[in-house]
């Protein structure tokens, strides 16, 4: 038996054994050309289990950075620095050749991490108490969606999927707004340099924000910051 059909045979028992797991086919993006494997996640573990087994990894949840997650792409954040990119953490992009990423997935792999999920995978519904179309500024770009304010999650709906966020009140440092058009959502997520640790997400309203609807997010936001 080899090791990659032991390892899903695993994970097929884990899953009967009502265990969760949960095992995709993908493509790792390299510099220079791919590999395919198999990436795995399991009750404590992701692994990516490469054709070629030197390209293989394994790692435990706290030993993750960050996990992003878009419809058709994982990618996961290392704490291993990487001299040929100047020191820069070792991020490993990855395609899905099959299997959907869902809601559930979702759900799941943010109870096992500690830090927070970058995810553009969204439930069907949130169940907002608010609701207002917006546009998120982008690098050279745009996207239009709608912003949806409930009691558990603030959502970004957009028509965009792979622009679309969700975001727990705890992954969120601040809110502000330079006026009633105009709100930024402050998340906590790596941004690409070696020490930010906060993510400006800017979005220009296309109705007027009330007070009731700033204070909603202003309050779950800053009540959380300061019981701790």
């Not at 265990?19 to 404590?44: I, M, P, T, Y």
Request: aromatic letters at 12%; hydrophobic letters at 35%.
């Amino acid at each position: 038996m080899t090791r990659l059909t032991g390892t899903l045979l695993a994970c097929f028992f884990l899953l009967a054994g009502n265990v969760w797991g949960e095992a995709f086919q993908v493509e790792h993006d390299h510099f220079w050309r791919a590999c395919k494997g198999n990436l795995v996640f399991g009750e404590s573990t992701v692994e990516f289990i490469a054709a070629k087994q030197e390209h293989s990894q394994l790692w435990k949840y706290e030993d993750i950075q960050q996990v992003a997650i878009a419809p058709g792409r994982i990618s996961i954040l290392t704490y291993d620095a990487r001299k040929i990119d100047l020191g820069a953490d070792h991020i490993f992009n990855f395609r899905l050749l099959s299997g959907t990423l869902s809601d559930q997935f979702r759900r799941e792999i943010e109870k096992r991490l500690s830090r927070p999920l970058v995810s553009a995978i969204l439930p069907e519904r949130n169940n907002p108490r608010f609701s207002i179309p917006a546009r998120h500024r982008l690098f050279l770009n745009d996207s239009q969606g709608v912003l949806e304010l409930g009691e558990e999650y603030v959502v970004y709906r957009s028509q965009d999927s792979k622009d679309s966020r969700i975001w727990r009140y705890d992954e969120l440092m601040d809110v502000g707004s330079t006026g009633p058009f105009q709100l930024r959502i402050g998340a906590l997520q790596k941004t690409g340099g070696e020490y930010g640790e906060e993510k400006n997400y800017v979005f220009d309203l296309k109705r007027r924000i009330t007070p009731s609807e700033y204070d909603f997010i202003w309050e779950k936001i800053n009540r959380r910051l300061i019981s701790e």
